[in-house]
C-alpha cells in the first residue's frame, strides 16, 4: 500500500521496540486521559508529553503533517464556528460578526486536544506493523471477526481509492468538469458514488469467498501466545516494555487527577 500507516514500521526507536500489547493500552490510555481535559492550564502539559513521544518515536515530520491535512480540514470548518457562536462577552466585533472569548478559549481547547490525540494515535499504528496490532488486539480479547474485518478494510481500501481515481480520470477524459456544480454534474457524482459502492459489495462477496475455499472460519485458532508479525513468540518479560507502560499510566494518572483538582 502506497500511503499505509505503518510506512515506518521498521525504524529504530524505543517506541518501535515497545511490545505492542503494552503500547496499545498504554498510549490508549493517554488518549483517553487528553480526552477528559478541559482546563486550559493543562494544556501546554499535553503538547509537550506528545511531542516527547514524537521524538522518541523518530517519525518524520512528514509522515504527520501529511495525515493532518484532511482531518484538519473537516475540523476547522467545525471549530471556526466556535470563536462567532459560544459565550456572551465580545473581545472585537466586525460587521455583524462577534468575536467571543469563550469561544476562542473553546477553539484553542478544541484544537490542541485534537492535534494531541491524533499525533498519539499516529504514533501507535506509525511503529509498528498493522498485522501486529490486529494480533495485539486479539490478544487482548477483541473478538476474532472485529479483528478480521479490520485487517480486511485496512487492506482494501487503498484498492478502492485507487478505483476511484481510476474512475474519476475516466469521466475527465470523457469530458467531465467536476468544477461546475448543476443537476447534470450532482447526477455524474451520484453515480460514481454508487458504481464505487456496488464495487467494493462486489469485492467483498469475492474475498468472503475466496477465504471460504481456503477455509476460513473452520480452522480452529490459537490464542495461547502472542506472536510477532513472522510467528515467532514475543517477549512478554520485557521489563522496558513495563516500565514504559507504568510510566506512561502514571502521566495519563496524573492528567486526570490534575482535571479533577483543578
Not at 502539559?45 to 495525515?67: C, D, N
Not at 459489495?201 to 474475498?207: G, I, K, L
Request: proline letters at 4%; one cysteine or more.
Amino acid at each position: 500500500m502506497k500511503h499505509r500507516l505503518d510506512a515506518y514500521a521498521n525504524l529504530d526507536s524505543p517506541i518501535h521496540h515497545w511490545e505492542t500489547r503494552y503500547k496499545l493500552v498504554a498510549l490508549l490510555s493517554l488518549i483517553f486521559a487528553f480526552s477528559f481535559v478541559q482546563q486550559l492550564s493543562l494544556l501546554p502539559a499535553m503538547v509537550i508529553v506528545t511531542l516527547t513521544f514524537y521524538k522518541l518515536s523518530k517519525l518524520p515530520g512528514s509522515f504527520l503533517l501529511t495525515r493532518l491535512r484532511y482531518p484538519g480540514l473537516f475540523l476547522a470548518s467545525i471549530a471556526l464556528l466556535l470563536p462567532f457562536s459560544v459565550g456572551s462577552e465580545v473581545i472585537f466585533q466586525i460587521g455583524f460578526l462577534a468575536v467571543r472569548q469563550e469561544g476562542l478559549l473553546s477553539l484553542v481547547l478544541v484544537v490542541t486536544r485534537f492535534l494531541c490525540i491524533l499525533t498519539v494515535s499516529l504514533i501507535i499504528f506509525g511503529t509498528a506493523p498493522f498485522l501486529n496490532h490486529i494480533k495485539a488486539m486479539r490478544s487482548l480479547g477483541l473478538p476474532a471477526i472485529l479483528a478480521d474485518m479490520t485487517l480486511l478494510s485496512y487492506r482494501y481500501i487503498e484498492q478502492l481509492a485507487d478505483d476511484l481515481v481510476i474512475m474519476k480520470r475516466a469521466m475527465q477524459l470523457r469530458g467531465f468538469r467536476p468544477t461546475k456544480l448543476n443537476p447534470r454534474n450532482l447526477r455524474v457524482l451520484a453515480s460514481l458514488a454508487g458504481t464505487l459502492l456496488v464495487r467494493s459489495y462486489e469485492q467483498s462477496e469475492r474475498v468472503y469467498k475466496a477465504m471460504i475455499l481456503r477455509g476460513y472460519g473452520y480452522a480452529p485458532q490459537n490464542l495461547s501466545e502472542h506472536r510477532d508479525v513472522l510467528g515467532k513468540p514475543r517477549d512478554t518479560t520485557n521489563w522496558r516494555s513495563t516500565i514504559g507502560l507504568l510510566l506512561t499510566l502514571l502521566i495519563a494518572f496524573g492528567f486526570v487527577t490534575a482535571e479533577i483538582i483543578l
